[in-house]
């Protein structure tokens, strides 16, 4: 089993840039396909991003294209996202993930994105 740590949200000003990390533990990190997802307040999961185990093949959602980057670290067991000008409509829980659908997520990291 999966233990995922999200990390590295924040309040930041829209145009601005994050950098989330999920650590993970407890299985062979660089078998697996990993994903990050976010859920706006009131809105359900939404799969924004996708990263292959060998780290060099990766999805976007239209919404974060050309924004978001998805990147992993297999010997340090690490999934990044880089997030670059950010909008207010980024705003929500951040969470990675074993699948698109969210299974194996962590407590999330929390991105607000206001001036």
């Known amino acids: 089993q999966v233990q995922l740590v999200e990390s590295g949200g924040g309040l930041v000003q829209p145009g601005g840039s994050l950098r989330l990390s999920c650590a993970a533990s407890?299985?062979?990190?660089?078998?697996?396909?990993m994903y990050w997802v976010r859920q706006a307040p009131g809105k359900g999961l939404e799969w924004i991003s996708s990263i292959n185990s060998a780290g060099d093949g990766t999805n976007y959602a239209d919404s974060v294209k050309g924004r978001f980057t998805i990147s992993r670290d297999n010997v340090k067991k690490t999934l990044y996202l880089q997030m670059n000008s950010l909008k207010p409509e980024d705003t929500a829980l951040y969470y990675c993930?074993?699948?698109?659908?969210?299974?194996?997520r962590g407590q999330g990291t929390q991105v607000t994105v206001s001036s």
């Open positions: 407890g299985v062979t990190f660089r078998w697996y396909r």
């Open positions: 993930a074993t699948n698109e659908n969210g299974d194996g």
